[in-house]
Every structure is written in C-alpha cells, then in structure tokens.
Antibody
Framework: QLQLQESGPGLVKPSETLSLTCTVSGGSISSSSYYWGWIRQPPGKGLEWIGSIYYSGSTYYNPSLKSRVTISVDTSKNQFSLKLSSVTAADTAVYYC????????????????WGQGTLVTVSS | QSALTQPASVSGSPGQSITISCTGTSSDVGGYNYVSWYQQHPGKAPKLMIYEVSNRPSGVSNRFSGSKSGNTASLTISGLQAEDEADYYCSSYTSSSTLLFGGGTKLTVL
C-alpha cells in the first residue's frame, strides 16, 4: 500500500524559507504514470494546490506562488521536497504531499493518494 | 487563477439525496473531463471520491456519483448517512496545465 509522509520543521520565522520533505513508501517515485505534488490548507480554510513534479524533474507551479516555490525530487531516496521562501503568517497551514495520476497524455489530473499532512506555523 | 465556486454549505436528512455544485470556466471545468471530488473529515487528509467527472475509485460507495454540464460539475450523494458529514472539495485540471480547487462545501447531516 502506497504511503506518503511529510516531515520538516513545524515552526518557521517570518521572511525565512519553509522546507518540507515527503517520503514515499510502498511504491517508486520514478514511476512514469505519476506526478508528485504539494497542497496546503490554512486553518479553517480550503485547499490550495502549490505545485507538482515528475520524477524527471519537470515541474508545474501555482502561478500565485511560483515566484517563491521550488519543488525538487530525489529518486535515490524516493523523496520529493518543497521550499517556500520569504514566508509570512499567511503561509501558516497544514501542508500535504500527494501522488497525482496522469491521463493518456501525461497530464497530472487527480490526487489519488495523500499524506497525513503537517502543520507549519509562521511566527517569530 | 480563481478558485472554483462551490456553495459554502449544504444539508440533508439521513436517507435523502444532496447535490454539491462546482462552477468554473471553459478553461477548466468546462474544457476538460478532469474534475475530481474529495471528502475531508475534521483533522484528516482529503480522500478521493470521484475522478474524471464520474468515476469512483475502488472502495468508494456507489451512493456517490458525479456529473458535469457545461462549466458546472456536480457531486450527488444518495441515501445520506451520518458518516457522510464532512467537507467536500472539487478540483479541475486547467488549460495552463495547473490544478484548481473549489472553496469547499460543508455537508451537514441533520
């Protein structure tokens, strides 16, 4: 059974960089059928897609966050990571990692497996 | 990109049917059959309930069904049960190769 687990600091200071890692077990991150992504949810609010990455390193980002986001993949460790720079209190959220299944054209279209999420608070 | 539009809340009694709408544009919901629906209970991760407009993953009850007309997709839950009380989110692929969520709908089972 595929499992995803987020890890990283639960507290980040304003203006610093938020860094999280997602470890995938029970399946290979190098599978050609999937993308891997990050989604966040501020307390009491809705879901927001942050971005997705293919095992080859190809990425897609939410335009509203693109200037501050970097997603990378480490196939040797079966992990992918998120970096969000210049954080503010508005970036306080539960951050989820997820697997995305693709269509026949290779487009990432649905989040089919999710991690349990990790709360990151931005505060001094 | 603006979030897809969902009603903030819906409610129904046990055994009844409810429908949650998800409205977008021709660049997302209306342009592709790549709408999915997620159920989220408090403190839990979202769970995929419907993908590609109307397909159910293995293990999801057939009480859940999806459809689409124009720029609006819908999730229908029939035979409402107490355990269905949760937040529901739609998502769509977009013409920019990005993914967009709806604002979420809180379902209350009366």
């Amino acid at each position: 059974q595929l499992q995803l687990q987020e890890s990283g600091p639960g507290l980040v200071k304003p203006s610093e960089t938020l860094s999280l890692t997602c470890t995938v077990s029970g399946g290979s991150i190098s599978s050609s059928s999937y993308y891997w992504g990050w989604i966040r949810q501020p307390p009491g609010k809705g879901l927001e897609w942050i971005g997705s990455i293919y095992y080859s390193g190809s990425t897609y980002y939410n335009p509203s966050l693109k200037s501050r986001v970097t997603i990378s993949v480490d196939t040797s460790k079966n992990q992918f990571s998120l970096k969000l720079s210049s954080v503010t209190a508005a970036d306080t959220a539960v951050y989820y990692c997820a697997r995305l299944s693709t269509n026949d054209y290779g487009d990432a279209i649905v989040f089919d497996y999710w991690g349990q999420g990790t709360l990151v608070t931005v505060s001094s | 990109q603006s979030a897809l539009t969902q009603p903030a809340s819906v409610s129904g009694s046990p055994g009844q049917s409810i429908t949650i709408s998800c409205t977008g544009t021709s660049s997302d919901v209306g342009g592709y059959n790549y709408v999915s629906w997620y159920q989220q209970h408090p403190g839990k991760a979202p769970k995929l309930m419907i993908y590609e407009v109307s397909n159910r993953p293995s293990g999801v009850s057939n009480r859940f069904s999806g459809s689409k007309s124009g720029n609006t997709a819908s999730l229908t839950i029939s035979g409402l049960q107490a355990e269905d009380e949760a937040d529901y989110y739609c998502s769509s692929y977009t013409s920019s190769s990005t993914l967009l969520f709806g604002g979420g709908t809180k379902l209350t089972v009366l």
